[in-house]
């Protein structure tokens, strides 16, 4: 295998599991692969092949991981709130349970994440994610900020200057649109609009205590936004977790095995992956003491989409409104 078919062949592999375009991942790649020695290309060559999987600091240099614990944290969460997401989207009008409903295009997997919106998902994703105050109460992810930048806008988790995702091509212009969404939203849900700035508040703190910052193993909630690309061809992915299990459920057509097979590669797999048992039907699989349970449900009925896209959803539903 020549130099130049490894790297189109690791090109090729990464980009499915994180949708980014050539230009985003060639250099990655080729920045990994120059530091790897002949004996270190020839163990890429034998996972590629599926003598056996690449060591884990190899994996780990071809799609890296999060770094530290309040990393994969806010990882986990945005993959939660990600999904969330989706169900607005699905009612952008004409309304459609076919057209894909995806939060995110594409992750660029830096120690610092780079995340591409899809079309119009910036408006639901603020919605789900920014910190808002109802009283004793707190509605999005406690404790995360916003910075904004001139093409793009920076989630930070106070106490933790370390962990931070960027959400990529988000403009002043960018932004208005989809505050204009969460602001709609919200007024028409009859609920404050009294969003968390500054220091953690007295609620955030309380609901950090209580529930953390994710309910659901980080470790492997990162590792899967990192390879959200994966779901790309399915209408929408829905995700829950709890304690040491993570749930993910899409409409039928992509495939259990070719998922699981994708998450059990011997490169950019995860690491350790085997099948384990599913009492709620599915695919199991076991990720070191994590479980991960993949679901196919029946896909929605082309047949209902007329009535839905003509469908005079009520004020409070979505917010579209404001901005279509």
């Known amino acids: 295998m020549s130099r130049t078919s490894l790297t189109d062949q690791l090109v090729d592999l990464r980009r499915v599991y994180t949708g980014e375009n050539l230009s985003q991942a060639v250099p990655a790649i080729k920045a990994a692969l120059a530091a790897f020695s002949t004996t270190d290309r020839d163990l890429v060559v034998d996972a590629l092949r599926g003598r056996a999987a690449l060591p884990e600091r190899l994996s780990l240099e071809l799609l890296p991981g999060a770094l530290s614990t309040a990393q994969l944290e806010l990882e986990s969460a945005l993959l939660r709130v990600a999904s969330d997401a989706s169900s607005h989207l699905q009612l952008r009008p004409p309304a459609s349970m076919l057209r894909p409903a995806h939060a995110f295009r594409a992750v660029e997997p830096f120690a610092v994440p780079r995340v591409h919106l899809a079309d119009y998902a910036l408006g639901p994703l603020l919605y789900e994610l920014l910190p808002r105050h109802e009283g004793a109460w707190v509605a999005g992810m406690a404790g995360l900020r916003v910075v904004r930048h001139p093409r793009a806008v920076e989630l930070r988790v106070l106490d933790e200057p370390e962990a931070r995702v960027v959400l990529a091509g988000v403009d002043a212009a960018a932004w208005d649109v989809g505050m204009a969404y969460v602001r709609q939203l919200l007024a028409d849900r009859d609920l404050p609009s009294v969003f968390a700035e500054g220091d953690l508040s007295e609620p955030e703190r309380a609901h950090l205590a209580e ?90 009925d082309p047949a209902n989409e007329e009535a839905l896209a003509a469908f005079d959803w009520p004020s409070g539903v979505t917010g579209w409104s404001a901005i279509l």
């Open 211 to 300: 529930h953390g910052r994710t309910p659901g193993p980080a470790v492997l909630g990162s590792a899967l936004l990192r390879r959200i690309a994966l779901f790309a061809r399915t209408p929408w992915l829905r995700s829950w977790s709890q304690g040491s299990q993570w749930w993910l459920e899409w409409p039928g057509g992509l495939g259990l095995v070719w998922v699981a097979d994708r998450l059990a590669h011997g490169v950019f797999g995860l690491p350790g992956v085997v099948e384990a048992p599913s009492s709620a039907g599915g695919l199991g699989l076991a990720v070191g003491s994590d479980q991960l349970f993949l679901r196919e449900v029946d896909g929605p």
